[in-house]
């Protein structure tokens, strides 16, 4: 089911065209009104792809903005041709009754409307268009359309006009006269009231109907198609031995469903052992049967000596339902899900929906997803516990399951949450490698809809937890805007979860660590810095140093690296007054101070920001964090990395009396050299370009022996991952250059010799193993 390979260049061209319509397809006319080219003719491979793809599009990508009048682009049956078209209504209003009117003149074959709760008794007219070619409809959970509006009437101003100017009245003279050719029907949650065999009186060619939801007391009327109907769905229908009379005259079945949802308690029917021996003996051409949910009134088991016996078999004459040894072929489906029957050994069909291991389960929520969500969410929520407690066997078929069960139900509380918790265990390291780029990004796109969709803890918390199941920034690059905005609006929101904000805050620390300058600089723009400072505020107040402190700073470390505009954001927003309050808050708190000095070292590196830093109190703090032994090195090098941008300004530059820039030059070299050079290291560059600059100059001979410390150090200890960056970026002649220079100290000369020797001896040695 996780195929490798790519979409096909119909579904690619298709998505292409639909979210590029003015530059492909159409015109816009009069500024509001879509209209196809003139010159453009599509044949009806190509109308049905763009319909129902730019169906699925509306309903699963919350990027895509559906056009008004998109549907119109359809009404004339020269240019456009439709044949099978779906419609679903997960939004409530995308599917009106004038898009139906649009098609009017079309020779639709298949025509499946499911949940379009606008649509009203004015659909039912158009209907009658499609009359002598439908051969298929669906008016699944169309709630409203044998529903009429009516004006009550009376004067202008009258109160009634007023307060309710229509009320809505049940139509009750649409019958399918005329739709000769119909043979699928499905009528699910039909509206109450409406005669249902009045209005199915006129169809000749019926061969299956689905009554979902439904209550009809007398359903004798269906054996007027008792030698045509081979599919019936009653779930949901309270049976009675009427109910089952009739079901046993209709001999040409070979699917019934009587299934129900097991929760729902208005329920009298009990189904007992004789109405499943009257099926297997009465119904010889059934290969599907369903009675999921059914509690069943005695004992259809057989013995459990006999259960026990032989390894488990989908034979008639083994099946432990002893009722169906009278089978004289095993099903090719049946549905036992919420009934005891499944968890039997010797069950005749090869396909089997409940809960009693994971092929029944998984069988259940592919059956159940589209048109029964309170189902398929129980049956998601069984395979969680098997994802979470054991080992899935078939990881990828659930995977893809549970996508699409959220897909068709992006607004149902119950199917976002178990599918949402489903996921972050299916999505995890033992099951990562099998699963396609294409499959993954599926799982992002779900996921970012829900967190879009559905404002609700536990979804939220559950897709963000998801989200850390992926490698961060770069498989989430393909939505690096969305995710941003997403998990920006969660920690603006005013009451915040803690384990949410927690998750949210990492998240967005690992997405603006090691991405490219114009991504931070957009993520800059979206409110990242000031989300974090308002964060660190407010665990400020609450004098709270937790991780979503440590993580605000460190993400606004990352996104403030070789971004002078993010820089400048942190100042404008009062970002000094922070660090001075939290350094002084959290005086113990080494990571937390690793963070700020780390960010402030992106400040100094940017040298119109570096007036902001030049008081007395600034330079003071950095100049005591320089004997700072917090995190081995880090508080104390990142101080002094501060202070190297600072001082190496120029005597000029130091606008302040005290501290003297002499004194701290020489508190700098001290610093410098406490430090051990073999010191494993807590930071990560990206370029060593900040550094770099700091060699060829004569100003200040401390800043210059700071960046040649820093890469010694991490040329020493980190050959593989710093000398390659330095050779790129021309370092090898700049340190050349200060060997060379009669302002730099020997001992700076001495370790830029060595910082060379480092990068030859790599080179040798990558030289000799690629030999």
């Keep these: 089911?996780?195929?490798?390979?790519?979409?096909?260049?119909?579904?690619?061209?298709?998505?292409?065209c639909l979210h590029n319509l003015e530059g492909t397809l159409c015109y816009m006319q009069d500024n509001e009104t879509l209209r196809l080219h003139p010159d453009v003719f599509l044949p009806s491979e190509i109308c049905d792809c763009l319909v129902n793809m730019y169906m699925e599009l509306v309903n699963t990508d919350n990027s895509f903005q559906p056009h008004e009048s998109f549907f119109s682009l359809f009404s004339d049956h020269r240019s456009t041709?439709?044949?099978?078209?779906?419609?679903?209504?997960?939004?409530e209003d995308i599917v009106q009754d004038q898009d139906l009117v649009a098609f009017s003149k079309q020779d639709l074959v298949e025509l499946r409307l499911v949940n379009c709760e606008k649509l009203s008794a004015k659909s039912l007219q158009t209907l009658n268009n499609f009359r002598s070619t439908l051969v298929s409809l669906s008016l699944f959970g169309c709630k409203n359309i044998f529903y009429e509006e009516e004006n009550p009437g009376g004067c202008e101003g009258d109160n009634e006009s007023l307060v309710n100017p229509t009320r809505q009245v049940l139509v009750r003279d649409f019958t399918f006269t005329g739709f000769h050719r119909l043979c699928f029907l499905n009528l699910g949650h039909l509206t109450d009231g409406v005669n249902v065999e009045r209005l199915l009186r006129p169809l000749t060619s019926l061969t299956s109907l689905d009554l979902s939801g439904i209550q009809i007391n007398d359903i004798q009327f269906l054996l007027q198609w008792q030698k045509r109907l081979g599919s019936l769905v009653l779930y949901n229908?309270?049976?009675?031995?009427?109910?089952?009379?009739?079901?046993l005259q209709l001999t040409h079945l070979r699917h019934l469903d009587i299934s129900?949802?097991?929760?729902?308690?208005?329920?009298?029917?009990k189904l007992t052992r004789k109405v499943l021996t009257a099926f297997a003996q009465n119904l010889k051409n059934l290969v599907s049967l369903d009675i999921s949910g059914h509690l069943m009134l005695d004992n259809s088991a057989i013995s459990s000596h006999d259960e026990a016996l032989g390894p488990a078999s989908t034979e008639p004459q083994k099946s432990s339902i002893e009722p169906f040894r009278a089978l004289k072929r095993s099903f090719q489906f049946l549905g036992l899900f919420d009934t005891t029957l499944c968890n039997l050994t010797h069950i005749p069909a090869y396909k089997i929906t409940g809960e009693a291991n994971e092929d029944q389960i998984l069988n259940a929520i592919e059956a159940y997803t589209e048109y029964r969500p309170e189902i398929a969410s129980r049956a998601i929520n069984h395979l969680f516990d098997i994802a979470r407690i054991e080992q899935c066997d078939q990881p990828l078929r659930a995977l893809q399951l549970v996508i699409s069960a959220l897909k068709y139900h992006k607004f149902d509380k119950s199917v976002q949450v178990t599918g949402s918790a489903a996921l972050f265990y299916l999505t995890g390291s033992d099951y990562r490698h099998e699963q396609s780029i294409k499959l993954r990004r599926q799982v992002i796109q779900v996921v970012l809809n829900g967190m879009e969709s559905y404002q609700e803890v536990t979804v939220q918390r559950n897709c963000c937890l998801t989200l850390c199941n992926f490698s961060i920034p770069e498989e989430l690059e393909f939505q690096y805007r969305r995710v941003n905005e997403l998990l920006l609006s969660i920690l603006n929101q005013t009451r915040q979860d803690e384990s949410i904000q927690r998750i949210a805050v990492h998240l967005c620390n690992a997405l603006v660590c090691q991405v490219d300058n114009d991504h931070k600089e957009a993520v800059g723009k979206m409110g990242f810095v000031t989300t974090m400072l308002k964060l660190i505020q407010k665990k400020l107040t609450d004098k709270v140093c937790d991780q979503v402190m440590e993580f605000s700073w460190s993400a606004l470390w990352n996104i403030t690296d070789e971004t002078p505009d993010n820089c400048e954001m942190f100042l404008n927003c009062n970002g000094m007054k922070l660090f001075l309050e939290c350094l002084n808050e959290f005086q113990g708190k080494q990571e937390l101070h690793r963070n700020m000095l780390g960010l402030l070292g992106n400040v100094a590196e940017v040298k119109h920001l570096r007036p902001h830093l030049m008081t007395t109190q600034f330079i003071s703090v950095f100049s005591r964090l320089l004997d700072s032994n917090a995190d081995g090195i880090e508080v104390s090098y990142n101080a002094c990395g501060v202070l190297s941008h600072i001082i190496f300004d120029g005597d000029e530059a130091w606008a302040i009396a005290e501290p003297r820039r002499a004194e701290v030059m020489d508190r700098m070299w001290r610093a410098i050299s406490s430090w051990d050079e073999n010191s494993r290291r807590n930071i990560n560059y990206r370029s060593f370009e900040p550094i770099l600059r700091l060699l060829p100059q004569r100003v200040a001979p401390v800043s210059q022996h700071w960046?040649?410390?820093?890469?010694?150090?991490?040329?020493?200890?980190?050959p593989e991952k710093y000398c390659p960056l330095l050779i790129k970026e021309n370092g090898i002649?700049?340190?050349k250059g200060v060997i060379e220079s009669d302002a730099a100290r020997p001992e700076t000369k001495a370790m830029a010799s060595q910082v060379i020797s480092?990068?030859?001896?790599?080179?040798?040695?990558?030289m000799d193993t690629s030999r």
Excluded at 260 to 269: G, I
Excluded at 707 to 717: P, Q, R
Excluded at 758 to 766: A, D, L, Q, S
Aim: charged fraction near 25%; glycine fraction near 2%.
């Design 707 to 718: 960046a040649t410390w820093a890469l010694f150090n991490l040329t020493s200890v980190y």
């Design 260 to 269: 129900r949802d097991r929760t729902s308690s208005f329920y009298k029917f």
């Design 758 to 766: 480092f990068c030859k001896n790599f080179r040798e040695e990558r």
């Design 1 to 16: 089911m996780a195929s490798y390979s790519p979409e096909t260049l119909m579904t690619l061209c298709t998505k292409y």
């Design 81 to 91: 041709r439709l044949t099978h078209i779906h419609l679903r209504g997960i939004q």
């Design 733 to 735: 002649e700049l340190l």
């Design 237 to 247: 229908m309270d049976l009675s031995e009427e109910h089952i009379w009739v079901l």
